[in-house]
């Protein structure tokens, strides 16, 4: 599996589990500008939850969810201000990992809810 497609898997594999869990999608891969956010959803009508999924195929490294940095976190931020402003929300916003491991060994799902907040 290329790196895109396992990110594309990872995406899909994510968009299911929040759909499972009672969740609206409202948007996949919304871009400002060069920056993307991976998946924007609700479940309950005031607060707004931003996904950030993360694929890997080994946790040699540490585990998926290990590397959203803090830089990109911000991105993250600024993006979702971006979504709230150009929708006129009037919303909570929170900011969840979604990291997904797939080998030929294991498959692995882990949703981090409140993984990071907004400085």
């Known amino acids: 599996m290329t790196p895109k497609e396992l990110g594309e898997y990872g995406e ?15 948007e996949r891969n919304w871009f400002f500008g060069k920056n993307e956010i991976d998946i924007i959803c609700q479940k309950e009508e005031s ?10 195929n080994s946790d040699f490294f540490g585990d998926p969810q290990s590397f959203v940095s803090p830089g990109k976190q911000k991105t993250i931020i600024k993006v979702a201000n971006e979504y709230v402003l ?12 979604i990291g997904v491991l797939k080998n030929s060994k294991q498959e692995r799902l882990e949703h ?8």
């Open 86 to 97: 150009e929708n006129n929300l009037d919303v909570e916003v929170r900011f969840d990992i």
């Open 12 to 26: 899909e594999q994510a968009t299911l589990h929040l759909i499972k869990k009672g969740y609206s999608i409202l």
């Open 47 to 56: 607060t707004l939850v931003i996904v950030e999924v993360k694929a890997r």
């Open 112 to 119: 981090f809810e409140d993984a990071f907040y907004f400085f």
